[in-house]
């Protein structure tokens, strides 16, 4: 296991952290999954308020790892202590300091601690949300007073909004890190990544096996695109060969799905000449299947009169068309109109045609067709996320 500094936290994290939102089976899983992480090198263990049940199992395995060793898998050191495990728990943003103050009580008697070593305001997607974190009264009163009194070490924000939103949110100069979507097959947030590295912010990456394309059950076709490497592994390359990135969340159900990453947790160098060989053809063939309908991501067709996220829709038909990825577009697609600020934005049989958006674009793309195109390719049964 590689280790990074996580920006001006000074903390010093393992490559990949343990997001704990996916063991919810039982106290037991949780234990062992813990467990295993911190016997593999893992130092950071990541869970929220609104993961449903995994900030009380996570303070019960915290209880036997650090009280009752002997109760624990052998292959944990019986020297693990406290200031050796780093502990982030995330809070959506209040607009009221006194109901951040109840929440983070809340999270301290759940997680049996008496301090956080990184505390991130979670979900910070909208405007809105923003405001409320600027606001003199608002839930930033009550998370500098528990900063103050020594129960948070440290500051962060995750987000699941626009760049210009999360640009804005790392100009406040209010946060120390960041928790991030960006991958090989999602890089708008490239500009974020750069400030967040100029202001010295520590920079999470969330999500590169399931959000980075379900990376975990890729088709056939990009299977064979990828060799000798797998799809996964090459994301997993792809963002620790960029000395900016501090980890990656790795969200393990249980102690099996450690193995696979782990493998790659020692590789923290530059991309060979092998790897750029294949991600040089993953663009080629992206080129080849799309032509002229291939949407370069710029963004100039937004805003949509009818709310429709145009390039993260065109996106998944990207995915879709040049790699067969058509599991994880459905999956991403049927979010549309089901997860609200998480995900924003209607999906793509609303399109009205009004044309609003063709003029914008830089290539051309006849915008409806491709939107009714998606719609037909990737619609599915609708579903909701798991704290709804």
Same mark, same amino acid.
């Given at each position: 296991?590689?280790?990074r500094?996580?920006?001006?936290?000074?903390?010093n994290?393992?490559?990949?952290?343990?997001?704990?939102?996916r063991?919810?089976?039982s106290?037991?899983?949780?234990?062992q999954?813990?467990t295993?992480?911190l016997?593999? %090198?893992?130092?950071?263990?990541?869970?929220?308020? %609104?993961?449903?049940?995994?900030?009380?199992?996570?303070?019960?395995?915290?209880?036997t790892?650090?009280?009752k060793p002997?109760?624990?898998?052998?292959?944990?050191?019986k020297?693990?202590?406290?200031?050796?495990i780093?502990?982030?728990?995330?809070?959506?943003?209040t607009p009221? *300091?006194?109901?951040?103050?109840?929440y983070?009580?809340?999270?301290?008697?759940?997680?049996?601690?008496?301090?956080?070593?990184?505390?991130g305001i979670?979900?910070l997607?909208?405007?809105?949300h923003?405001?409320?974190?600027?606001?003199?009264?608002?839930?930033?009163?009550?998370?500098?007073?528990a900063v103050a009194d020594?129960?948070?070490?440290?500051?962060g924000?995750?987000?699941?909004?626009?760049l210009?939103?999360i640009?804005a949110?790392?100009?406040?100069?209010f946060?120390?890190?960041?928790?991030?979507?960006?991958?090989y097959?999602f890089?708008?947030?490239?500009?974020a990544?750069?400030?967040?590295?100029e202001k010295d912010?520590?920079i999470?990456?969330?999500?590169?096996a399931?959000?980075?394309?379900?990376?975990?059950?890729?088709?056939?076709?990009?299977?064979?695109?990828?060799?000798?490497?797998?799809?996964l592994?090459?994301n997993?390359?792809?963002l620790?060969?960029?000395?900016r990135?501090?980890?990656l969340s790795? %969200? *393990? *159900?249980n102690?099996?799905?450690?193995e696979?990453?782990?493998?790659? *947790?020692?590789?923290?160098?530059?991309?060979?000449?092998?790897?750029?060989i294949?991600?040089?053809?993953?663009?080629?063939?992206?080129k080849?299947?799309?032509?002229?309908?291939?949407?370069?991501?710029?963004?100039?067709c937004?805003?949509?009169p009818?709310?429709?996220?145009?390039?993260?829709?065109?996106r998944?038909?990207?995915?879709?068309?040049?790699?067969n990825?058509?599991d994880?577009g459905?999956?991403?697609?049927a979010?549309?109109?089901?997860?609200g600020?998480?995900?924003p934005?209607?999906?793509?049989?609303?399109?009205?045609?009004c044309g609003?958006?063709l003029?914008r674009?830089?290539e051309?793309?006849g915008i409806?067709a491709?939107?009714?195109?998606t719609?037909?390719?990737?619609?599915?049964?609708e579903?909701?996320?798991?704290?709804?």
């Amino acid at each position: 296991m590689e280790y990074r500094r996580f920006g001006k936290t000074n903390l010093n994290l393992s490559v990949f952290s343990l997001g704990t939102m996916r063991y919810l089976s039982s106290p037991e899983n949780a234990l062992q999954t813990v467990t295993a992480a911190l016997a593999s %090198g893992i130092n950071h263990l990541e869970t929220a308020r %609104g993961y449903g049940e995994s900030e009380e199992y996570l303070g019960k395995a915290l209880v036997t790892i650090l009280d009752k060793p002997n109760q624990v898998m052998s292959s944990l050191s019986k020297a693990t202590t406290r200031s050796s495990i780093h502990i982030t728990t995330k809070i959506p943003p209040t607009p009221d *300091a006194d109901t951040m103050r109840r929440y983070i009580d809340e999270s301290l008697l759940k997680l049996n601690l008496n301090y956080l070593d990184c505390l991130g305001i979670h979900g910070l997607n909208t405007w809105e949300h923003l405001e409320w974190v600027k606001a003199k009264n608002g839930c930033m009163q009550a998370v500098w007073e528990a900063v103050a009194d020594g129960r948070i070490k440290h500051v962060g924000f995750s987000t699941h909004g626009s760049l210009e939103l999360i640009l804005a949110a790392i100009n406040t100069d209010f946060f120390e890190f960041i928790n991030l979507h960006y991958y090989y097959f999602f890089q708008r947030h490239a500009t974020a990544i750069q400030l967040a590295f100029e202001k010295d912010m520590g920079i999470f990456i969330i999500s590169p096996a399931d959000k980075g394309g379900k990376l975990y059950t890729p088709p056939e076709k990009l299977e064979k695109l990828c060799e000798p490497f797998t799809p996964l592994e090459l994301n997993y390359r792809f963002l620790l060969s960029d000395s900016r990135i501090t980890t990656l969340s790795l %969200g *393990a *159900a249980n102690p099996e799905e450690l193995e696979l990453p782990l493998q790659v *947790a020692d590789n923290i160098t530059q991309l060979s000449e092998l790897e750029k060989i294949v991600f040089k053809n993953l663009e080629n063939t992206s080129k080849e299947a799309l032509n002229t309908e291939q949407c370069s991501q710029c963004y100039a067709c937004l805003p949509c009169p009818e709310n429709i996220n145009i390039p993260e829709v065109l996106r998944l038909r990207n995915l879709s068309i040049a790699y067969n990825m058509n599991d994880y577009g459905k999956y991403r697609y049927a979010m549309f109109e089901n997860a609200g600020h998480w995900f924003p934005g209607m999906k793509a049989n609303k399109c009205t045609e009004c044309g609003e958006c063709l003029p914008r674009c830089p290539e051309n793309l006849g915008i409806p067709a491709l939107l009714a195109d998606t719609h037909q390719r990737l619609k599915v049964k609708e579903g909701r996320r798991l704290w709804d």
